[in-house]
């Protein structure tokens, strides 16, 4: 995918880490929803999105993390195989708990409303002169007229989105007959033109970073709650999580060292990455998920994370490792009862000794020490476990974000 301008912009000046100062005046990344290849129909879960949409809005709400002086909207055709047609956009601030947005401003794009985002590309609107406070929640509305089959999306948004019939940009209500899905379309990134310096903290991981468990619609996910933390410090942070996502392999997503370059690095400002995945590179194989894929290896997966970590530095990013959370009895009375097995939490236990030991990330986020159950080190604490001892609850995603040593993140 062709990186857009801004990005191209921060890699130039991420040639070291003496360098890589946020200028008061540069866009940074303040939220995004990572893309992912719509699967065929064969696959274990649905897609939530229709085969086909046609004469039909868009309603998207997205919460960001920083806030700023203006905003620019990213859309995305990453996957696509023939071009998609916006046909008219707007944007505005959501006023409380209402879900209705205030005012609805239209989305030029190269002074247009009508855009083209070519298969493969992503498209980023003009400026939108819309100040922005912290952990604004944004609605945007997009107008789709022609029939249009999605290639690419984000399937587990943990935030509801509207499908509704005709051109509704301007209404600032929600329809009662509106289709409902909590999957993303079109919309990936948003960034922001911050009041003062800032910088961003780019979490790419599976699940447990996309919230697969967090309470819909309340912006719980981890990332949110450290969002919270650092935002005073004029520090962003942009979730790249997909459910299911691994280091080495495809699977309901690229794997996440292809996702270095295809995502994280085109987001603008980032710092500093969080990496926290490899838990399905262990446990998927030998499921319902990978009935037949072999367990990687310890070597395997820790070169896996040493390319993580020597892409980040070429691009003047700092890299924290998360160790791997317990998992004991994961996913009981499921399709995927078997994802837990004594060798692969033996696997587990390897991988999260040599994050702490090795020295190969700039600093560690130690989540299992934080979440494990005392008595029990192999599962995950009652009061952080939301039932399916694989992932975390709200009250654990928070005990995730107060874990993290702000330090390390804020003076960059």
């Not at 939530?48 to 806030?67: A, E, F, H, R």
């Not at 601030?93 to 992503?122: C, D, H, M, R, T």
Request: proline share 6%.
């Amino acid at each position: 995918m062709k990186l857009y301008q801004p990005a191209l912009f921060s890699l130039v000046l991420f040639t070291s880490f003496a360098q890589a100062e946020v200028q008061k005046s540069q866009w940074v990344t303040t939220w995004a929803a990572s893309p992912q290849k719509v699967w065929n129909k064969d696959f274990v879960f649905p897609t939530n999105i229709p085969d086909q949409i046609s004469n039909q809005t868009i309603k998207q709400i997205s919460q960001i993390s920083l806030g700023g002086e203006a905003i620019r909207l990213v859309f995305t055709n990453q996957y696509g195989d023939q071009p998609l047609y916006i046909d008219k956009t707007t944007v505005g601030l959501v006023k409380g708990q209402s879900l209705k947005s205030k005012n609805a401003y239209p989305v030029y794009f190269s002074g247009k409303l009508k855009a083209q985002i070519l298969p493969g590309k992503q498209l980023m609107s003009d400026p939108i002169q819309l100040p922005v406070p912290d952990h604004a929640q944004l609605m945007v509305n997009t107008f789709i007229q022609k029939p249009t089959t999605f290639k690419t999306f984000h399937w587990d948004a943990k935030q509801t989105s509207w499908l509704i019939t005709g051109n509704q940009t301007a209404n600032l209500n929600t329809p009662s007959s509106a289709k409902t899905t909590t999957a993303r379309l079109l919309l990936s990134a948003v960034e922001v033109k911050p009041k003062r310096k800032a910088h961003v903290v780019a979490v790419i991981g599976d699940s447990i970073t996309d919230g697969a468990t967090a309470t819909l619609d309340a912006n719980t996910r981890w990332t949110d709650f450290l969002a919270k933390r650092l935002s005073p410090h004029q520090v962003a942070v942009i979730n790249s999580g997909i459910s299911g996502n691994r280091l080495l392999t495809d699977g309901m997503g690229d794997n996440a060292l292809d996702r270095l370059k295809k995502e994280v690095f085109q987001y603008s400002g980032v710092k500093t990455l969080i990496v926290l995945v490899g838990i399905n590179d262990i446990s998927w194989p030998g499921t319902a998920f990978a009935p037949k894929q072999q367990i990687p290896t310890f070597e395997a997966l820790t070169q896996g994370y040493k390319r993580v970590v020597d892409e980040a530095h070429r691009q003047g990013i700092q890299v924290i490792g998360a160790t791997l959370l317990p998992f004991s009895g994961a996913l009981p009375n499921t399709p995927l009862d078997n994802y837990y097995q004594p060798n692969k939490d033996e696997l587990r236990q390897r991988i999260n000794h040599w994050i702490r030991t090795s020295h190969t990330f700039d600093g560690v986020l130690d989540l299992e020490q934080g979440l494990k159950d005392p008595k029990h080190p192999d599962r995950l604490n009652p009061i952080y476990d939301s039932g399916d001892h694989l992932h975390p609850n709200d009250r654990g995603n928070q005990q995730m974000a107060n874990l993290v040593d702000l330090k390390q993140l804020v003076n960059q």
